[in-house]
């Protein structure tokens, strides 16, 4: 069994994994943006089992890049290419403003 104190996080992120991972604030933006949508994604092709086989045909893709969408691996796919696909699978796109800010700009 192992110590209790061998299984504690050495570190906890309060915000956006990518900044505290080092990226600059507008790179961390992009990556964040990028695992949003790459999330919805795969919300619905679970939600609607697709198979890489129909999702070739949906997105109009080659099976390899379908391939690494599946797995997660999109480093060499813009926001761009990502929205397109949101857009072929019926994803609604659209940016909301956080709440929080919406109450700091009243304030101000």
């Known amino acids: 069994m192992r110590n209790t104190a061998e299984n504690r996080p050495t570190h906890v992120t309060r915000g956006n ?3 505290d991972l080092g990226f600059s604030p507008e790179k961390a933006l992009a ?3 990028k695992a949003r949508i790459l999330m919805s994604i795969l919300d619905e092709v679970k939600r609607k089992k ?14 390899p890049v379908i391939s ?6 999109i480093a060499q796919m813009s926001i761009e290419k990502l929205l397109v ?3 072929r ?16 700009r009243r304030a101000a």
Do not use: I, S, T
């Open 17 to 19: 994994v990518f900044l």
């Open 31 to 33: 990556l964040k943006f």
């Open 50 to 63: 697709y198979r890489q086989a129909q999702l070739v045909k949906v997105l109009d893709e080659h099976q």
């Open 68 to 73: 690494n969408l599946l797995r997660g691996n």
């Open 85 to 87: 696909y949101a857009n």
């Open 89 to 104: 699978l019926g994803l609604p796109l659209e940016v909301q403003q956080p709440r929080h800010a919406a109450r700091r």
